[in-house]
C-alpha cells in the first residue's frame, strides 16, 4: 500500500512539473543558446582581427585597422578624421572583401 502511494505521488509530481521543466527548454533553445553563440562568435571574430581590414565599430565610426596592441587589448583605427584607438570590444563588423557578399555584374 505505502509502495502504491509512492508511485502516484511520483507521477502527480512530475507531471506538475513537466510544464515548468518544458518552459526551461523552451528559453534555454529560443533564448540562451542563441545568445551563447553569438558571444562566441563575436569572441572568435575579435581574436581573428588583422591589420589593414575595414571595420565598424559599435558607435557607427568605419575605418581601416593600422595596428593591434596586445598588451591593452586596443586597437589603432585610421578613419577620415585621424588615428582612433579603441577596445577590441567596441569593433563590431568586418568590411573586408571576404565577408561582403558578391557583386552582382
Known amino acids: 500500500m505505502f509502495n502504491t502511494i509512492l508511485l502516484q505521488m511520483d507521477t502527480a509530481s512530475l507531471t506538475g ?3 515548468f521543466l518544458l518552459m526551461f527548454v523552451v528559453i534555454y533553445l529560443f533564448m540562451i ?3 551563447m553563440k553569438k558571444a562566441k562568435n563575436e569572441k572568435k571574430f575579435q581574436s581573428e ?3 589593414g581590414a575595414k ?3 559599435t558607435s557607427g ?3 581601416k585597422v593600422l595596428d593591434l596592441v ?4 586596443t586597437v589603432i583605427i585610421e578613419t577620415g578624421a585621424g ?3 579603441f577596445e577590441r570590444s567596441a569593433i563590431s563588423m568586418d ?5 561582403l557578399p558578391k557583386e552582382k555584374k
Open 17 to 19: 512539473m513537466l510544464p
Open 33 to 35: 543558446r542563441p545568445q
Open 49 to 51: 582581427l588583422a591589420k
Open 55 to 57: 571595420v565598424v565599430t
Open 61 to 63: 565610426i568605419h575605418g
Open 70 to 73: 596586445d598588451s591593452d587589448n
Open 83 to 85: 588615428k582612433i584607438k
Open 95 to 99: 568590411l573586408s572583401k571576404k565577408y
